[in-house]
């Protein structure tokens, strides 16, 4: 859930996608991962670990609390990027694949994340475009990023 009104959202057309090669979009609004939440994706992926989901175990470990999934850190990206890139002539977009991804640190439940994307390249396919956008996840208040990937989009009109 967004605590802020206003994302800046960058309104494009597929052709107009190239134009944006080497720009920072985003960052989306800031969201809140709640325990209740990450107990649902729990049950959904069956990942039952309980450094997520008991936090009785969790507070003896070295996060000190229960920790957010990567994958569900990861599964909210279009959602967020939802917020700031919006493709006007867009038919139907697909998510392609990761060239990487990494969770340098960890999402302590009850956190605010947000993300932020370069569009890295943008190349022609069959009936459109594949573009590269370059992740990168915060966690309010933490040095470092929760989540970096390199994700692969296709665009169709």
């Known amino acids: 859930m967004s605590t802020e009104t206003a994302v800046a959202k960058t309104q494009t057309t597929i052709a107009g996608l190239k134009d944006l090669v080497g720009t920072t979009i985003g960052p989306s609004s800031w969201r809140t991962v709640t325990q209740e939440q990450v107990n649902q994706f729990a049950d959904l992926t069956g990942d039952h670990n309980p450094v997520h989901i008991d936090p009785a175990f969790a507070a ?45 640190a960890p999402v ?17 396919v069959a009936g459109g475009v594949q573009v590269v956008y370059e992740n990168t996840f915060e966690a309010e208040g933490q040095a470092k990023p929760v989540a970096v990937s390199v994700m692969i989009v296709r665009y169709y009109a």
Not at 117 to 123: K, N, P, R
């Open 60 to 104: 003896n470990t070295p996060f000190g609390g229960t920790i957010v999934h990567g994958y569900f850190t990861l599964a909210l990206v279009v959602p967020l990027m939802d917020e700031y890139i919006e493709v006007t002539d867009l038919g139907t977009g697909i998510n392609y694949g990761l060239d990487k991804l990494r969770f340098p």
């Open 108 to 124: 302590l439940v009850g956190a605010r994340i947000r993300v932020s994307s370069v569009v890295a390249s943008v190349t022609d």
